[in-house]
T-cell receptor, first 114, second 114 residues
């Protein structure tokens, strides 16, 4: 099956710093990627839709200036958490759409802000 | 809007017991339905899917049938194993011709004890 890779798998950062998470589709081109956030013991909540070459579409309630999304190529989308705070600590998961098939998910990135 | 409802967990079963996790959905169109599994500390894996009414998705001994009349997609397995311990998410994707963002249910945690 198709492979989607996230990097890093986990990261610890200091409050006030920014963190970048990468999502790559390794063996297919993805014009659309999605970013989800998962709080402990909860479901995944869609944060934004990332479209190659255009601005991301954010879900209601998601701060676009805090969660910067860049989809610069057909195989890479990045999520940057700016000025991170402890409440941003979460599990972030991306998915990529391969044309004609279902979404493929990355393994997730666990962010801890201290 | 579209939504997915799952039975509340956690669910604890003995090895070789029968498993049912109920899932119902609300959608404006004719969605594709999925079950995803998340093992501890890992990302999501697609377990099975169904794209039209009466379709049965199956994988690793798990089955689910798309019931349009009851808007349900219940997950079943005849004999669970300890290795099946995980969180199971029922999900839907609205777009038929190409897959769109995935909307998840709250997840059901399953623990299988020897």
């Amino acid at each position: 099956g198709a492979v989607v890779s996230q990097h890093p798998s986990w990261v610890i950062c200091k409050s006030g710093t920014s963190v970048k998470i990468e999502c790559r589709s390794l063996d297919f081109q993805a014009t659309t990627m999605f970013w989800y956030r998962q709080f402990p013991k909860q479901s995944l909540m869609l944060m934004a839709t990332s479209n190659e070459g255009s601005k991301a579409t954010y879900e209601q309630g998601v701060e676009k200036d805090k969660f910067l999304i860049n989809h610069a190529s057909l195989t890479l989308s990045t999520l940057t958490v700016t000025s991170a705070h402890p409440e941003d600590s979460s599990f972030y998961i991306c998915s990529a759409i391969r044309t004609g098939t279902e979404a493929f998910f990355g393994q997730g990135t666990r962010l801890t802000v201290v | 809007g579209d939504s997915v409802t799952q039975m509340e967990g956690p669910v604890t079963l003995s090895e070789e017991a029968f498993l049912t996790i109920n899932c119902t959905y609300t959608a404006t169109g004719y969605p594709s339905l999925f079950w995803y599994v998340q093992y501890p500390g890992e990302g999501l894996q697609l377990l099975l899917k169904a794209t039209k009414a009466d379709d049965k998705g199956s994988n690793k001994g798990f089955e689910a049938t798309y019931r349009k009349e009851t808007t349900s997609f219940h997950l079943e397995k005849g004999s669970v194993q300890v290795s099946d311990s995980a969180v199971y998410f029922c999900a839907l994707s609205e777009t038929k011709t190409s897959y769109d963002k995935v909307i998840f249910g709250p997840g059901t945690s399953l623990s299988v004890i020897p």
